[in-house]
């Protein structure tokens, strides 16, 4: 009996280490794939983001902005996993922000430098020069916006005031902008004009802070996911280390590949 589990875990070694050669090759090539680039926001501050994007620019596109106190290291699990559905992905310091998953934020650093305002409504003008950056350098097919918490916001903002963009996710929205000069309606006002499709979802006790957003967009591709668990806030909901982030996963990939692949 011991000779036999010993030739059973004998023969079983080379087949586990040519699955590590092959995952490893598989990774090497996408690392090689993530670029950091630089370009400047509308009143001339850096913005730094890093730039996953392996396919044809004729793939459609998701620009990813990262929540409050973070920083594009939000997506670094996220984005690989977008870029094998199909999706060229940017992932965007915003100026509101900090650090996470080691990696810190630049465009907030450099606007603490300069003494520039970072509140949540400051980043806005950060999130039209991702989109344009994205439209001009990188993106000739459809073009999505993706945000988390605050800027989950901002994307629904954005979307209802232009035309350029081609679907939304949010993840976690709400009115975040009462006490920075805005309305307490100002989110729902712009969610009023949405014409294109959107997705949105949170922890499942975060659901009546945008329920009245959602019931205002008018799209008739809009559609939300609440989870059956207490569930996260933001897109680190995705994270593979969370039980939950499956169910939010499929219900992310079903609202992608309905509209967009």
Known sequence: MVGFIFIFIENLIPKIMKLFIVLAFLLIPFQNEVKKVEFPSKDGIQITADVYAPLDES?????????AGWSRGEYMEIAPKLVAMGFNCMAVDLRSGGSINGTENETHKRAKELGMPTKYINAYQDIEAAVAYARGRLAKGKLIIWGSSYSSALVLEYAGQHQDVEGV???????????QGKSNTYITDAA???????????????????KGIFDAIPSVKKGYFTPVTEGRHGSRALW???????????AVNAFLEKNFL
């Open 169 to 179: 996710l949010s993840f976690s929205p709400g009115e975040y902008f009462t006490g």
């Open 192 to 210: 009023s004009k949405i014409q294109i499709p959107v997705f949105i979802t949170s922890a499942k006790n975060e659901v009546k802070g945008w």
């Open 59 to 67: 793939a459609p596109f998701i620009i990813l902005f990262h929540q």
């Open 240 to 250: 593979s280390k969370f039980d939950d982030s499956d169910a939010y996963w499929n």
